[in-house]
């Protein structure tokens, strides 16, 4: 009876080890009043791969509290990174416009349609075309969307995603001056 009680309470250990590691990490919580919601923005890739030194990693991203990070590497030059900072607010003023934009209800993918032989024709072509992807997670949402040949008149995808691409853009610029 004794072995039956030991093995139960070893069991027992095991389980309450297991649910107080997974309870160990950290997950950010939202509030209410949004100040403590996890923001994280990013921008990678877009343009294209092409000219003498052409750039081989191209990222920005805007963090929580208000860090933003834009870091890149050419194929003959070394990964650079650099920092800037914008306040929590204007952080959280840019969640909020993406948020609003639809952001987290646009399709994962825009490719080139099957009519637009153009598109599908300019991924093949020198220089490549690197799609952009934007990423963005805002509390609990978190949303990728990839546009494959970013270039005006190759893919057809809501006008709001350049909205949200030059509002982001605009942000880092601000915060670099």
């Given at each position: 009876m004794s072995q039956k009680y030991r093995i139960i309470g070893l069991l027992l250990s095991i389980v309450v080890i297991i649910l107080m590691k997974g309870c160990a990490r950290q997950i950010p919580q939202s509030k209410e009043n949004g100040s403590d919601k996890?923001?994280?923005?990013?921008?990678?890739?877009?343009?294209?791969?092409?000219?003498?030194?052409?750039?081989?990693?191209?990222?920005?991203?805007?963090?929580?509290?208000?860090?933003?990070i834009v870091s890149g590497k050419s194929f003959y030059d070394d990964?650079?990174?650099?920092?800037?900072?914008?306040?929590?607010?204007?952080?959280?003023?840019?969640?909020?416009?993406?948020?609003?934009?639809?952001?987290?209800?646009?399709?994962?993918?825009?490719?080139?349609s099957a009519a637009n032989q153009?598109?599908?024709?300019?991924?093949?072509h020198y220089p490549p075309a690197v799609p952009i992807r934007i990423h963005a997670?805002?509390?609990?949402?978190?949303?990728?969307?990839?546009?494959?040949v970013h270039e005006e008149n190759m893919v057809e995808y809501p006008a709001e995603l350049d909205t949200i691409i030059n509002k982001i853009n605009g942000l880092i610029d601000n915060a670099k001056k």
């Open positions: 996890f923001i994280e923005i990013s921008l990678n890739g877009g343009g294209f791969y092409g000219g003498i030194n052409p750039t081989t990693e191209n990222k920005k991203t805007i963090k929580s509290d208000g860090k933003i990964r650079t990174e650099n920092s800037y900072s914008v306040s929590r607010n204007e952080v959280e003023k840019l969640a909020d416009f993406i948020s609003a934009k639809g952001f987290f209800t646009m399709k994962d993918v825009y490719d080139c153009k598109c599908e024709d300019r991924k093949h997670t805002i509390g609990d949402s978190d949303k990728t969307v990839t546009v494959t």
